[in-house]
Structure formats: structure tokens, C-alpha cells
T-cell receptor
């Protein structure tokens, strides 16, 4: 069964304190991995797509990396406005159809 | 601005009542999706549509129905058969089902039981 696990479930950081969020997956037929940011009461906002092991993408204070079994979202010198839930999703091919399998998310709180 | 519009933002359902959630997109995307989000759980796929007049069940389709009569619209009906409908419902679209482009989401409808 395709599975995506995100850790930790919740993370509290002080402003400027860098850290990483993890997304590990066991899927067959991986076609890509997506990172989203979700604010309370809003829909997920697309951040990055990663297609193959070794690939890296950056946007402001965020950097996403991908290996064969997991992805990391590195947050460098975070600010309070980076507080949100970060979702990981893998795009899998399954029995002639394709779908996204989502993790449960990591809730990040950055204190000033 | 191109995007996905979901309405209403909040919806209340009475016992035995069917309710319909609206999803409209002006991105010219072929594929559209409905997800349910519950606290502490990942998004779960209810239904998806790859093209007009065609749709398929997702992982948790029981108690829900959809239609796709227009490319830009994909309404979801939560029927009285859905015994636990309280959740945050998200609509998404993608250029097409086969592409590896990301799905883009609306801002959701929160459904509660009266």
C-alpha cells in the first residue's frame, strides 16, 4: 500500500532557528513529489515539485530535496510568517490511473 | 486572475438533507478533484474527473455524488447517506490527469451538521 509519513507532526522554532521537515514514502510507480503550504482555513498552496533523487528546489527561505525514500524541506532562518502546516504529496501511477497520496502534514510555528 | 473558486465558505446540513458544494475554475484545466480533510488526517480523494462528462470514484466516494457538465465546473453533492459529513472539503484542478503538473487548490468549504 502506498504510504506517506511526515515528521514531526508539530514543530516549534524561534525566529532565525533553522530546521528540517521530513517526508518519507513507500510507493510504487513514483512520478513526482510535491510540497504544499496550508494556512488555517485555506486551501494548500503549491511550493515545489521534485521528480528524481538528487533534485533540489529553492524558494526564499525554503529548500526541498529528494532521495529515493524521502524528501526534506529545509527552512533557513525562519520568520513568524513561515508558520503554517506543510503538506507532502507523492504522485503515483496505480492500476492505469494516477493519484496523489498525501501525508498528514507538519504544523510549523515560528515564534518571534 | 486565474484560480479556483469554492462556495460557500461555510455550510450547514440538517439531518436527511442533501447539500451541494460548488467548485469553479478558470484555469482551463481538464482534470478536477474533490478531497476531504479531517483533523490529523491527510487529504483523502472523493471523486475526480479527467474530462467533461466523465468522472471516477476516489478512495472515499460513498455518500457523495458529482457531475461534470462543463469544463470549468465540478460540483459535489453530499447526500444524506454520508453519515459523517463534517469536514473541510477541498476542490483542486490540474492541466490534465496524465501530466505531472501540480494540483492547484481552492480555499475550501467547511461543512458542519446542524
Amino acid at each position: 500500500e502506498d504510504q506517506v509519513t511526515q515528521s514531526p507532526e508539530a514543530l516549534r522554532l524561534q525566529e532565525g532557528e533553522s530546521s528540517s521537515l521530513n517526508c518519507s514514502y513507500t510507493v510504487s510507480g513514483l512520478r513526482g513529489l510535491f510540497w504544499y503550504r496550508q494556512d488555517p482555513g485555506k486551501g494548500p498552496e503549491f511550493l515545489f515539485t521534485l521528480y528524481s533523487a538528487g533534485e533540489e528546489k529553492e524558494k526564499e527561505r525554503l529548500k526541498a530535496t529528494l532521495t529515493k525514500k524521502e524528501s526534506f524541506l529545509h527552512i533557513t532562518a525562519p520568520k513568524p510568517e513561515d508558520s503554517a502546516t506543510y503538506l507532502c504529496a507523492v504522485h503515483v501511477a496505480q492500476g492505469g490511473s494516477e493519484k496523489l497520496v498525501f501525508g498528514k502534514g507538519t504544523k510549523l510555528t515560528v515564534n518571534p | 486572475d486565474g484560480g479556483i473558486t469554492q462556495s460557500p465558505k461555510y455550510l450547514f446540513r440538517k439531518e436527511g438533507q442533501n447539500v451541494t458544494l460548488s467548485c469553479e475554475q478558470n484555469l482551463n484545466h481538464d482534470a478536477m478533484y474533490w478531497y476531504r480533510q479531517d483533523p490529523g488526517q491527510g487529504l483523502r480523494l472523493i471523486y475526480y474527473s479527467q474530462i467533461v462528462n466523465d468522472f471516477q470514484k476516489g478512495d472515499i466516494a460513498e455518500g457523495y455524488s458529482v457531475s461534470r457538465e462543463k469544463k470549468e465546473s465540478f460540483p459535489l453533492t453530499v447526500t444524506s447517506a454520508q453519515k459523517n459529513p463534517t469536514a473541510f472539503y477541498l476542490c483542486a484542478s490540474r492541466r490534465d490527469q496524465r501530466s505531472n503538473q501540480p494540483q492547484h487548490f481552492g480555499d475550501g468549504t467547511r461543512l458542519s451538521i446542524l
